[in-house]
Structures are given as structure tokens and as C-alpha cells.
């Protein structure tokens, strides 16, 4: 317990004097707490480890992602099929973004973290937008004439833009009241406004916009609350009804909904009732979405390193998805749409997700994914200071060292 200001501790037992220095403990590493950044923990050195859970969260999520593409490859030949993909695409893309939004809790218009934002979430939008153009659009699905346009994104892309957007507005939502209610909102009436249009892939960036406020709303001990034995407990029979649910509206339910890319009216409803779908969607996502974290594992597990490789997988699979599809594969070995078929398509799926995350990968393609471009930024004055002041031995605090004696 603590104690008061005015009481006083007993004093240590004397002990006997010795020559030798005893050796001081080593310290415990801290967990991470509020003022750490997300996800990670100091260790006694000072230096920074990852958090296993969020790794573990976000490479589950981007091969959910890859296997869900996989699905929509045979949308039309199963009815189970149909369900798993409804089923996954509820809260995929929800729970990578919250997760994206918790990571972004620090994120302000300081210049190093705008270089960041740029050299990570902006140059790879253009490489991949223009890449996606030229050699799936035009060479691979025969449309030549497909004109590259950084303000249409297409396929994957759109999560690019949107991040990108998302964490611009970082500052405004730390400093309105109620930022989740105001971001949801948003998203409704982006729902019911059919004359958005198509840029930027607007529609997609707003209806999408609460799951990264929550991102941003979240503390470490939420996280906490859907770790507990509790919530892994009540998580597997929530996603067993719900994964009944969507077997059942398979056949019924319009599964364009779950892409929040178009209005209620350009989905063929009043716009009330687009309204009221995308509200229960987002009730449902959200559900979905701590079940999901419930039940992704805590310890250090042999696919944990690759969540930091998560990116590298979700740009990459998509030009084997597109592949796939335009050779139309599924048309050409019949086979793949039967029971064996669909699991081993979902197993290659997983593998290919996996491979992309991995450390050659990345090694790989990191010069368009992470690249330094020093030579595109001008130095900012505080940070080139301390350069200057760790170079010439000093503390890197800019202030002199003090000149007192150190006791003894």
C-alpha cells in the first residue's frame, strides 16, 4: 500500500561492513503503460520489444484478408463459401483498422512522423497504384486504355488512402468531446449521400472512419478486458452463431454491403434503411472484432515476427489474386470449387500470406515499402541540434552538463 507523506518507513537493518560491492539487482522490465508507445514494452537496456499480441492480432487479420480475396474467387459455387466470406469480411478489415488507429494514438505534425507518413503510406499508394494499373488493368485483364489515376484507387489501394487520411485527422479527434459518436455520424451519413462519388474512394474512408477512432479511444487495459479467460470464453460461441447467421443470409443478404464502398441508394434501398444496415453492420463488426482479439494468443508464437510484415502481404497478394482471377482459375480446374478443392485453396491462401510477411520479402521490396528518400526532405533544425550535440560528446538534451561533483 502506499503511504503518507508524514510517515515514516523503518530504517534498513545494519549491516556488516565489507570491502565488497554488492551487486544491484536488476531491474524488472515495465510493462507498457498509457505514456509508452502502443504495443510495446521498455526493456532494462531502454530499448523497446514488440507486443507478441498485437503481432499475433494483425498477421491472423491480414491472413484472414489474403483467404477472404481467395473466396471471392468462387463466390457463386458455395453457399458455404459465401457464408465464410461474409462471415470474415464482417470484421477482417474492422479489426486491422482498429488496430491501425491504436497505433496511431502518438501520431502528430511533428516532421519526423510526417516523413513517416509519407515515405510509409504515401509513396507505396503511388508505387502500387501504378503498378496495380499497369500490370494487372492493362497487361493481365486486357484494358489498355485503364488510365492511371492517383485520385481513383483501385483494389487494395483504397486502404492506403484512407490511412493516410485517417492519420492526418489524428489531432482533431484527441480534441473533441465525443470523438466515437461523431466519427459513427459521419459514417452514417456518408451512407445515405450517394453524390460522394468515387475519389479518393471517399465513401470507404468515412464508413470505415469509426473503427479508427476507436483505435485511437483505446487504452492498454481495454485490450486487457478481451483477454481475459472470460472473453475467449464467451467469443467462440458469439462467432459460432454468427457464423450460422451468415450461412443462413448467404442466398439473401447483398454482400456488397460488407465493402462500405457505395451509398444505400447505389446499393438499391431508401437511404434510411442504408442507415440502419450500416449501423447494425457496425454493431456486428464490432462485436466481431473483440471476439476476434479474444481469441488471438498472447505468447510469442512461430508466425509472431511476421506481423510486423502485414503491409508487405496486403499489397503483394493482390497481384496474384487478380492473376488468378483473370485467368479465371476456378473456371479451368472445376475441382478447386468442390469441399477438398475449397480447403485447399483456403490452405494456399494462408501460406501465401504468410510467405509475403516474411523477413526475404520484405528485405525485398522494402525500397518502395519503407524507403528512407533523405534526399526528398529537408533536415529539420531540432533534430540536425541534436546530432550536432550527441557528435560533440554532449548529453543530446541540448542543455550543458553540470559542472557539481557527482557525491559519494
Known amino acids: 500500500m502506499f503511504h503518507a507523506g508524514y510517515e515514516r ?3 534498513p537493518p545494519v549491516r556488516p561492513h565489507t570491502d565488497e560491492r554488492q551487486a544491484p539487482p536488476v531491474p524488472e522490465p515495465p510493462s507498457a503503460g498509457p505514456g509508452d508507445r502502443p504495443g510495446r514494452a521498455k526493456t532494462p537496456g531502454g530499448a523497446k520489444r514488440r507486443d507478441a499480441f498485437f503481432d499475433n492480432a494483425k498477421y491472423l487479420a491480414i491472413v484472414l484478408v489474403v483467404m477472404g480475396h481467395a473466396w471471392g474467387l468462387m463466390l457463386s459455387d458455395s453457399r458455404a463459401v459465401n457464408a465464410a466470406y461474409n462471415f470474415v469480411y464482417t470484421f477482417h478489415m474492422p479489426a486491422f483498422i482498429v488496430i491501425s488507429g491504436y497505433f496511431s494514438r502518438s501520431f502528430d505534425m511533428r516532421p519526423d512522423r510526417l516523413r513517416r507518413l509519407v515515405t510509409g503510406v504515401l509513396v507505396p499508394y503511388v508505387v502500387f497504384e501504378t503498378a496495380y494499373t499497369l500490370l494487372v488493368k492493362q497487361r493481365v485483364e486486357g484494358e489498355p486504355d485503364y488510365p492511371i489515376s492517383l485520385l481513383d ?4 489501394t483504397w486502404f492506403l488512402v484512407a490511412l493516410f487520411v485517417w492519420r492526418l485527422t489524428t489531432p482533431l479527434w484527441k480534441v473533441v468531446r465525443r470523438p466515437v459518436p461523431l466519427a459513427l455520424g459521419i459514417a452514417l451519413l456518408a451512407s445515405a449521400s450517394p453524390d ?3 475519389d479518393l474512394d471517399f465513401q470507404r474512408v468515412l464508413q470505415f472512419l469509426p473503427f479508427f477512432v476507436i483505435g485511437l479511444c483505446l487504452r492498454p487495459e481495454h485490450f486487457e478486458l478481451v483477454r481475459r479467460r472470460e472473453a475467449r470464453l464467451l467469443a467462440v460461441p458469439i462467432m459460432a452463431v454468427a457464423l450460422a447467421f451468415a450461412y443462413w443470409a448467404a442466398p439473401r443478404m447483398n454482400f456488397e454491403w460488407f465493402y462500405h464502398r457505395d451509398s444505400g441508394q447505389e446499393l438499391g434501398v431508401p ?4 442507415i440502419l444496415m450500416n ?3 457496425f454493431g456486428c463488426s464490432l462485436v466481431l472484432t473483440a471476439c476476434f482479439l479474444a481469441l488471438v494468443p498472447r505468447r510469442h508464437m512461430w508466425f509472431t515476427a511476421l506481423g510486423a510484415g502485414t503491409l508487405y502481404g496486403y499489397l503483394l497478394h493482390g497481384f496474384l489474386i487478380r492473376w488468378a482471377r483473370a485467368e479465371e482459375v476456378m473456371d479451368t480446374h472445376a475441382w478447386l470449387t468442390e ?4 480447403v485447399a485453396v483456403t490452405v494456399v491462401a494462408a501460406v501465401v500470406g504468410t ?5 526475404p520479402v520484405q528485405r525485398t521490396f522494402r525500397f ?3 524507403p528512407k528518400m533523405a534526399w526528398f526532405f529537408k533536415k529539420d533544425a531540432a533534430e540536425a541540434a541534436r546530432e550536432r550535440t550527441a557528435g560533440q560528446g554532449g548529453t543530446g538534451t541540448g542543455a550543458p552538463e553540470s559542472k557539481v561533483p557527482a557525491s559519494r
Open 271 to 274: 437511404w434510411w434503411v442504408g
Open 196 to 198: 460522394i462519388g468515387d
Open 9 to 11: 518507513s523503518p530504517l
Open 368 to 370: 518502395v515499402m519503407e
Open 339 to 342: 469441399p477438398l478443392g475449397i
Open 153 to 156: 484507387p483501385w483494389y487494395l
Open 279 to 281: 449501423l447494425a453492420l
Open 355 to 359: 510467405v509475403l510477411c516474411t523477413t
